[in-house]
């Protein structure tokens, strides 16, 4: 952004550094805040907001911020919110943190939350079969499930190993398992955005990733090791570590695959000693906006410290075509669609990482609880001022 004017009172002019799909990246769930950058007063505003405070322009405000608690955050509507309140509207709301599945269904069946945003597929299937006072929604989202391969240190970094390991994993069978849970990934990008490809789905090819790691070296005489971090609580990622496990054990190569807290995960990933990062990363990525482009400026464009490039992959041809992708989405559709399908087949070729499903948002909701819908382009957010107590 080179300037922004305001010519009048309604109108904003923004002139670019670069060509740019500005109406998209205004409209993205991390890039439009509007807030009092006096609300702090003398105090600094970026501790002021840290410590759960809060001045924006919503319909509601923060009353409790319990950090690491159960129920987290409480919000109270605002009365003063330019939207006004005509009809009826939630005045308070409560976040809770439940990481036990099994839990949180049983709060919702007594009556103690109103919404619950994800269940494992044996009690989501239970829900809908449920006639009482709940009620269920599924709807395709842009947020798809990835396994990063460290190309930078240990065995993986031979890209035989790597593409043996892709050649192993299952997909069909690990979505028959997840029982609609979960839809196909047909590349990187999901259906429904710009550079979608529909062709690039892997397959599982036991005989070919036994010979790639012939190739490599391992085998009976040199037993191989890795190891896969993934999220701690998430039975869909616990799926897909058994059946890598048990597929990989065929193989000869064992698995050592260790839940963890989100923190505690990107933390060891993101570690300055190479040696003590993982071999395989696995984790959620859903886009800021409605474009792909975040999927690849983020996790495979060239990044020292590591951030979110979790693969630490680094190819500079890849590099400059990622930082093309921006000014070639807003002059050429086309040619962006041409440009992110060729970069998803380099990626795939190396088998930097593999998209394993996209997620279906399946959620659980009281009945009381009306006009709910899943916007997949603000990922998992409820929209609380737009739906309405029965």
Known sequence: ?????????????????????????????????????KAAGSADLT??????????????????????????????????????????HYDKVEYRVT??????????????????????????DGAKKQK??????????FQNLLALFNTAHGPMTDVRVRQAVQKAIDEKGLLSALKGADSPATGLVPTGLLGSTGDLGLTQ???AAKALLAQAGYGPNKPLTLEMTYAQGDDDQQLFATLLGSALDQLGVKLNAKPLQWNAQ????????????????????????????????????????PYFNLAYYDNAKVDTAIDGLQSLT????????????????????????????????????????????????????VFVYDVRPA
């Open 1 to 37: 952004m080179a300037s922004i004017e305001a010519p009048k009172p309604t109108q904003l002019v923004f002139h670019l550094k670069y060509a740019a799909p500005l109406d998209l990246i205004s409209s993205s769930a991390y890039a439009a805040y509007i807030y009092d950058t």
């Open 47 to 88: 501790e002021w907001f840290g410590k759960g405070n809060d001045a924006g322009t919503g319909p509601y405000k923060v009353t409790e911020w319990a950090k690491g608690q159960e129920t987290e955050v409480k919000l109270a509507a605002y009365p003063d919110y330019w939207g006004g309140w005509k009809g009826d």
């Open 99 to 124: 990481p036990e599945l099994t839990t949180a269904w049983q709060l919702l069946q007594r009556g103690d939350v109103s919404f619950v945003e994800r269940l494992n597929p044996q009690l989501f």
């Open 132 to 141: 009482g006072s709940l009620q269920t929604s599924s709807t395709p989202s």
């Open 205 to 207: 090819d036991m005989s």
């Open 266 to 305: 990107w933390e060891r990933g993101k570690s300055a000693d190479p040696a003590a990062r993982q071999d395989i990363f696995v984790m959620y990525w859903y886009p800021d906006y409605a474009d792909p482009f975040s999927w690849f400026v983020n996790l495979f464009r060239s990044a020292s410290p």
């Open 330 to 381: 807003a002059k050429s559709h086309d040619g962006a669609q041409r440009a992110y399908a060729s970069l998803q087949r380099t990626l795939l070729n190396d088998a930097v990482t593999v998209p394993l499903y996209v997620q279906n948002y399946q959620r659980v909701y009281q009945k009381t609880l009306t006009g709910y819908s899943d916007n997949p382009a603000y990922a998992n957010v």
